[in-house]
């Protein structure tokens, strides 16, 4: 499973998040996460973890989100985010089948746009 979410933010930051499980993976804990966060003037802002939780509707589409981003030069606490469903599609395609929705974003009182998208299967 591959799970990724991009967000441009309205100060005209970026969030790029991607995480991938390996096939026979029990849970988060055995994904492996990759994040970039931009600041306004487009510096990348070094993430040394990232944590993603989702909540999924009773249909199986990721309804909200939260984020955990814990930066290296900070040793206190992470900046925290949570994004929530504007719209979702299906995506079926012979080895995979996923869902990209739409997502209003907010981390740390910045706010944005952007996508969760969820593959499943070997694609």
Known sequence: MRRSIGVVFADG???????????????HGDETVAAVLCG??????????????????????????????WLADEDTHPLRGAGSLISASAINHPEATGTIAFFRWALEGR???????????DG
């Open 13 to 27: 930051g970026l969030l790029a998040l991607s995480t991938a499980r390996p096939s026979g993976a029990r849970g």
């Open 40 to 69: 306004a003037d487009g510096a990348p802002v070094d993430v040394s973890e990232a944590l993603l939780s989702t909540e999924y509707g009773p249909d199986g589409v990721q309804r909200r989100a939260t984020l955990e981003l």
């Open 111 to 121: 706010e944005g746009l952007g996508h969760y998208e969820i593959l499943r299967g």
